[in-house]
């Protein structure tokens, strides 16, 4: 029988101990936000080896990271308001219950679009590596969501865009 683990109350929020099944409403998990991009909430942190899963606010005008492809497959699903899916050097525009196949080496970003902000939820598959590349790319750049260089170094990539951990912020979910 698996056991259920225990949530502990952090700085930003709960967080499980242990590598039980847990349940976690994302309000009261810790999020994450990169400065001048998105915020979110990823729920696996370090104990998912197989599947990462989190769920990002996206402002309009605000790129959710940098363009870059991972070796391991990823899905997204637009689950309130719009934004734009940079891909391949290609724009879309996506709403609310667009869903994005990303198979492994997709070059790929989002930035918000929309008079509000866009949720979704990412899914990744695992693969032990994790390894990224980000390519300079002139769509992306034109975002602010793009590299000047290529690199595969994400403290490179995000060098102007720290990350800090907050809690939930009130209306950021639907």
Same mark, same amino acid.
């Not at 606010?57 to 637009?78: I, K, N, T, W």
């Not at 198979?103 to 598959?125: L, N, Q, R």
């Given at each position: 029988?698996?056991?259920?683990?225990?949530l502990?109350?952090?700085?930003d929020?709960l967080v499980?101990?242990?590598?039980?099944?847990?349940?976690?409403?994302?309000?009261?998990a810790?999020?994450?936000?990169?400065?001048?991009?998105?915020?979110?909430?990823?729920?696996?942190?370090?104990r998912?080896?197989?599947?990462?899963?989190?769920?990002?606010?996206?402002?309009?005008?605000?790129?959710?990271?940098?363009?870059?492809?991972?070796?391991?497959?990823?899905?997204f699903?637009?689950v309130a308001?719009?934004?734009?899916l940079?891909?391949e050097?290609?724009?879309r525009?996506?709403?609310?219950?667009d869903?994005?196949h990303? #198979? !492994?080496?997709?070059e790929?970003?989002f930035?918000g +679009? $929309?008079s509000?902000?866009?949720v979704y939820?990412?899914?990744? =598959?695992?693969?032990?590596?994790?390894?990224?590349?980000y #390519? !300079?790319?002139?769509?992306?750049?034109?975002?602010? +969501? $793009?590299?000047a260089e290529?690199?595969?170094?994400?403290?490179? =990539?995000?060098?102007?865009?720290?990350?800090?951990t907050?809690p939930?912020?009130?209306?950021?979910?639907?």
């Amino acid at each position: 029988m698996v056991e259920e683990a225990r949530l502990r109350r952090g700085e930003d929020g709960l967080v499980p101990e242990g590598d039980g099944w847990f349940v976690l409403n994302a309000r009261d998990a810790p999020w994450f936000e990169r400065t001048g991009m998105r915020r979110s909430c990823p729920f696996e942190g370090e104990r998912f080896p197989q599947l990462g899963i989190n769920v990002s606010v996206l402002e309009p005008g605000r790129p959710s990271g940098m363009y870059h492809s991972e070796e391991a497959q990823e899905d997204f699903l637009v689950v309130a308001g719009e934004c734009l899916l940079l891909v391949e050097g290609q724009e879309r525009r996506l709403r609310a219950w667009d869903f994005f196949h990303c #198979p !492994a080496g997709t070059e790929h970003i989002f930035v918000g +679009a $929309g008079s509000g902000p866009c949720v979704y939820v990412a899914v990744g =598959a695992r693969n032990g590596s994790h390894r990224l590349h980000y #390519p !300079a790319n002139d769509l992306a750049q034109g975002h602010g +969501a $793009g590299v000047a260089e290529d690199t595969n170094a994400p403290a490179e =990539a995000y060098a102007a865009h720290p990350r800090r951990t907050q809690p939930y912020r009130d209306g950021d979910l639907p």
